[in-house]
């Protein structure tokens, strides 16, 4: 069993910064790839960003590179996500995920993650 809360979630102007964290407790943290992604109002989930389980592997969506930095600590049981240059189109629910493999690529499949958080809500105005 996992936990997984999500924090750091907000109301940003354009052009701003947050970075999200997630807390994760429970079965052996530091061997799982992490996974964020986000939802939309009226869209399906989409992939977002993920890191394996010791940092060497780092994925990124299309829309978010170079804008969004995904890292870990396994000492403290944390994934986060810095977001930078946000704009509108950032505006979603953002989730937290564990994949309980250990892939050497983390995967952008919805199914491939175990664990979920209750997501933090980003809201980016113009």
């Known amino acids: 069993q996992v936990q997984l809360v999500e924090s750091g979630g907000g109301l940003v102007q354009a052009g701003g910064s947050l970075r999200l964290s997630c807390a994760a407790s429970g079965r052996a943290f530091s061997r799982n790839t992490m996974g964020w992604f986000r939802q939309a109002p009226g869209k399906e989930r989409e992939f977002v960003a993920g890191i394996t389980w010791n940092s060497a592997g780092t994925r990124y969506a299309d829309s978010v590179k170079g804008r969004f930095t995904i890292s870990r600590d396994n000492a403290k049981n944390t994934v986060y996500l810095q977001m930078n240059s946000l704009n509108p189109e950032d505006t979603a629910v953002y989730y937290c995920?564990?994949?309980?493999?250990?892939?050497?690529?983390?995967?952008?499949?919805?199914?491939?993650?175990?664990?979920w958080g209750q997501g933090t809500q980003v809201t980016v105005s113009s």
């Open positions: 995920a564990t994949d309980l493999g250990r892939s050497l690529i983390p995967s952008t499949r919805i199914s491939q993650y175990d664990y």
